[in-house]
């Protein structure tokens, strides 16, 4: 007596559909997240229970505990300050609402921040911030 053998089929479940799936998944949240610049110069905020956030797009001027002073991570003098702040281009936003923001370690001294505003105001920008970190 002669059997024959049945062929068996192993049950598989075809993964390239849902792995198509979770590829655009990926593409989606990679192209619709933003992503906030901030800046790489590490200096040492004030602390404030009262901090409010801020928009994060502007013009960033960091000031280290050293007196180095950086406007959108590139290294100036307080002498320069005033030529580059003329330079500035705001786009469509006038001047005085166009958002500052200064990043001052929290050892500089009062007068350095004080040259940076009057350097602020001569220029003719007037929505300035100042970064702190909470309490």
């Known amino acids: 007596m002669r ?3 049945r062929s068996t089929r192993i049950a598989g479940v075809d993964l390239s559909p849902m792995l198509d799936v979770i590829f655009q998944l990926i593409l989606f949240f990679l192209v619709s997240t933003t992503f906030a610049a901030l800046p790489g110069i590490s200096v040492n905020l004030p602390e404030s229970s009262t901090a409010q956030s801020t928009d994060a797009s ?4 960091t000031i280290e505990d050293t007196g180095r002073i950086f ?3 590139k290294e100036t003098s307080m002498k320069e300050l005033d030529g580059q702040l003329s330079l500035v281009e705001t786009g469509s936003i ?6 500052v923001s200064i990043a001052a370690d929290s050892k500089v001294t009062n007068g350095t ?3 940076v505003f009057d350097s602020l105001r001569r220029n003719g920008f007037s929505a300035v911030s100042l970064r702190t970190t909470n309490k």
């Open 3 to 5: 059997v024959s053998r």
């Open 58 to 61: 502007g013009i960033t001027i």
């Open 71 to 73: 406007l959108d991570e």
């Open 94 to 99: 006038e001047k005085d609402k166009y958002p």
């Open 113 to 115: 921040l004080v040259e």
